[in-house]
C-alpha cells in the first residue's frame, strides 16, 4: 500500500504562487495514475488535475492555463504549481494515486489518499 504526504501549503494573496509536493513512499504509483483534488468547506471534493504513465496531464476547466501537474520520478514525487491564485482555490488539497495506467480525474477512481495540505487565497 502506497503512502502519501503532501507539503507546500499555506497562505497567500491573489495573484500569489504555491508549489504543493506529493511523497510517494512507492515509485510504482508515481509513474504510473496520480492526481490533485481539492475541497473547500461545504463542497463536494473535486478533481484539480490528474497525470498519467505518459506524462499526459488532465486539468479541470477553472484552474487551466494557471495550475501545472508534474513529476519527479527520481523523487517519487509530485508536484502542483499553482500560478494566479484566486479566492476560490481557497480548500485542502489532496493527492492521490490509483493502479492501472487509466487515469480520469474522477474521485472515486482513486484508492490512495493523502492527508492534504491547506491551500487559503485572500
Known amino acids: 500500500q502506497v503512502q502519501l504526504v503532501e507539503s507546500g501549503g499555506g497562505s497567500v494573496q491573489a495573484g500569489g504562487t504555491l508549489r504543493l509536493s506529493c511523497a510517494a513512499s512507492?515509485?510504482?504509483?508515481?509513474?504510473?495514475?496520480m492526481g490533485w483534488f481539492r475541497q473547500a468547506p461545504g463542497k463536494e471534493r473535486e478533481g484539480v488535475a490528474s497525470?498519467?504513465?505518459?506524462?499526459?496531464?488532465t486539468y479541470t476547466y477553472s484552474v487551466m492555463g494557471r495550475f501545472t501537474i508534474f513529476r519527479d520520478n527520481a523523487k517519487n514525487t509530485l508536484y502542483l504549481q499553482m500560478d494566479s491564485l484566486k479566492p476560490e482555490d481557497t480548500a485542502m488539497y489532496y493527492c492521490a494515486a490509483r493502479r492501472g495506467s487509466y487515469c480520469p480525474l474522477i474521485r472515486a477512481e482513486f484508492s490512495y489518499w493523502g492527508q492534504g495540505t491547506q491551500v487559503t487565497v485572500s
Open positions: 512507492q515509485y510504482t504509483y508515481v509513474r504510473n495514475c
Open positions: 497525470i498519467d504513465k505518459s506524462g499526459s496531464p
